[in-house]
């Protein structure tokens, strides 16, 4: 159903300077999250990891980037990691 509002995928990977510290990263509050948001991040390797976040629609990612841009901003500084690769867009076929 083209009418539909389609859930919105958004795909970051990220740099660190020091080893990634899984168990801290872990212990991170999504509790502002949108319902309906899943996120997982994922090894590259030592260090480098991969975020995938599907927000329900769109427009419920535009209402809350400005939010995570922030936490973005924050959390780059604190964990020294930059980040490499940063794409977004519907998700058009969803299998599973």
Known sequence: NLGAK???AVMTTWKH???IDWKEM????FSK???GTTIQWFAIDEYNHGSFATYTSKEVYDGFKAELNAYREEA???REIEKTL???GPINVDVG
């Open 6 to 8: 389609m859930a919105y």
């Open 33 to 35: 999250m949108p319902k």
């Open 17 to 19: 300077k020091n080893p």
């Open 26 to 29: 872990a212990s991170e509050d």
């Open 76 to 78: 780059s500084s604190s």
């Open 86 to 88: 940063d794409v977004v």
